[in-house]
Structures are given as structure tokens and as C-alpha cells.
């Protein structure tokens, strides 16, 4: 089982910056692409950013151009670079590990002035 903490999040203003961070523990020699997901209040979970162990990245169209998914393999973690933040940014941010599909508590982002 792989444990996952994310940190990072917080209060900034519309245009502002964050990064993000999520390590990983435990069975982590299993894990083969770490992704973030994320949750806005009143709405579902969804995708948000994904990055494999090759370093393929992919992202949703909304985050495209500002937001940076990058990894560190030999410390097992994974950032979320978050830049030209908007208020509909704000959520709860979670990271997930593949294939286990193990999920993190998740932290808070909120965008607001």
C-alpha cells in the first residue's frame, strides 16, 4: 500500500501562484504514474494533471499552459506547479498513485481577493 501527503495549499489572490506538493511512502516501487485531482466545493472530484514514471505529462484543457506537473523519482514525490491562479481554481487538491489508485487527505486551494 503506498501512503500518500499532500501540502501546499492555501489563500492567494487571482493571478497569484501555489505549488503543491504530494509524497509518496510505503510500496512505492509499484507505483507507475502519479496524477492530481481535484475537487471544487459543491462538485465532483476530476482530473487534473498526470505524469508517469517515463515523464509523460498530461493535463485538463481548463489547467492547459498554467499549471506544471513534474516529478521527482528518486524522492517519490510529485508537485504541482500552479500559476495565473482564478477563482475557479479553488478546491480541495488530492494526488493519486497508479495503479493502486491510492488517494491522499487532499489540501485546500482557495482563490480569492
Known amino acids: 500500500q503506498v501512503r500518500l501527503v499532500e501540502s501546499g495549499g492555501g489563500l492567494v489572490q487571482p493571478g497569484g501562484s501555489l505549488r503543491l506538493s504530494c509524497a509518496a511512502s510505503?510500496?512505492?516501487?509499484?507505483?507507475?504514474?502519479m496524477d492530481w485531482y481535484r475537487q471544487p466545493p459543491g462538485k465532483q472530484r476530476e482530473f487534473v494533471a498526470t505524469?508517469?514514471?517515463?515523464?509523460?505529462?498530461n493535463y485538463a484543457d481548463s489547467v492547459k499552459g498554467r499549471f506544471t506537473i513534474s516529478r521527482d523519482n528518486g524522492q517519490n514525490t510529485v508537485w504541482l506547479q500552479m500559476n495565473s491562479l482564478k477563482p475557479e481554481d479553488t478546491a480541495v487538491y488530492y494526488c493519486?498513485?497508479?495503479?493502486?489508485?491510492?488517494w491522499g487527505q487532499g489540501t485546500q486551494v482557495t482563490v480569492s481577493s
Open positions: 493519486r498513485t497508479r495503479p493502486d489508485g491510492s
Open positions: 505524469i508517469t514514471s517515463g515523464g509523460s505529462t
Open positions: 510505503g510500496s512505492i516501487f509499484s507505483i507507475t504514474a
